[in-house]
């Protein structure tokens, strides 16, 4: 089992930034493709970006290419989410997940969720 932790929400203000942090635990994430979604008040849940378990190849939404940056930590079982240039829009609960199938880009594709953090991004 793989237990996941999210840290680092909060309140900001649009063009500011924040990160996020994801702490796993019950086995190295290396062996997960790793993912931050979010999800907004009634709308789906996205995915914002994913970083691969083999290569660290990393996958981004269009809305935050450029703006965000993932990355993971393997000495520290940690991915992070490094949120820059804020907007309105980005206002959302963001989740840590990890998957071991080939696909990624769905929630279903995930096996491993974390509780959520909150973002918000005021203008």
């Known amino acids: 089992q793989l237990q996941l932790a999210e840290s680092g929400g909060g309140l900001v203000q649009a063009g500011f930034s924040l990160r996020l942090s994801c702490a796993a635990s019950?086995?190295?994430?290396?062996?997960?493709?790793m993912g931050w979604f979010r999800q907004a008040p009634g709308e789906e849940r996205e995915l914002v970006a994913a970083?691969?378990?083999?290569?660290?190849?990393?996958y981004y939404t269009d809305s935050v290419k450029g703006r965000f940056t993932i990355s993971g930590d393997n000495a520290k079982n940690t991915v992070s989410l490094q949120m820059s240039s804020l907007k309105p829009e980005d206002t959302a609960v963001y989740y840590c997940?990890?998957?071991?199938?080939?696909?990624?880009?769905?929630?279903?594709?995930?096996?491993?969720w974390g509780q959520g953090t909150q973002v918000t991004v005021s203008s």
């Open positions: 997940a990890a998957t071991r199938s080939f696909g990624y880009s769905r929630p279903t594709d995930y096996d491993y």
């Open positions: 019950g086995r190295p994430f290396i062996f997960y493709t």
């Open positions: 970083i691969g378990r083999s290569d660290g190849s990393t």
